[in-house]
């Protein structure tokens, strides 16, 4: 079993950035696929960007490639999101995740274990 939990959402301007958090424990982190999601009202969930289990593989949704960026410290058992140049298009409660199987995987149907969610507002 692994427990995820977000942090670092919040209120941001147009053009601004924040930096989500995700601490991880449990099962054994740095075999696992891990990923950014985010669901807005009345829309489905998303992935925002995904990293493989070494960091080495990355995949980006086409509407945040060039103003987020994903990693992880296997050391700290932590993935990170920075997320810069927001758009209020980006507001959205964003979920970390994790994949006991593939390399980046997408899909949120290929995760196995998800955070809470943090709220991330962007205004205009």
């Known amino acids: 079993q692994v427990q995820l939990v977000e942090s670092g959402g919040g209120l941001a301007q147009t053009g601004g950035s924040l930096r989500l958090s995700c601490a991880a424990s449990?099962?054994?982190?740095?075999?696992?696929?891990m990923g950014w999601f985010r669901q807005a009202p009345g829309k489905e969930r998303e992935s925002v960007t995904t990293?493989?289990?070494?960091?080495?593989?990355?995949y980006y949704s086409d509407s945040v490639k060039g103003r987020f960026t994903i990693s992880r410290d296997n050391t700290k058992n932590t993935v990170y999101l920075q997320m810069n140049s927001l758009k209020p298009e980006d507001t959205a409660v964003y979920y970390c995740?994790?994949?006991?199987?593939?390399?980046?995987?997408?899909?949120?149907?290929?995760?196995?274990?998800w955070g809470q969610g943090t709220q991330v507002t962007v205004s205009s």
């Open positions: 995740a994790a994949a006991r199987r593939g390399i980046v995987p997408s899909a949120p149907s290929r995760y196995d274990y």
């Open positions: 449990g099962r054994t982190f740095s075999s696992l696929a």
């Open positions: 990293i493989s289990w070494s960091g080495g593989s990355t």
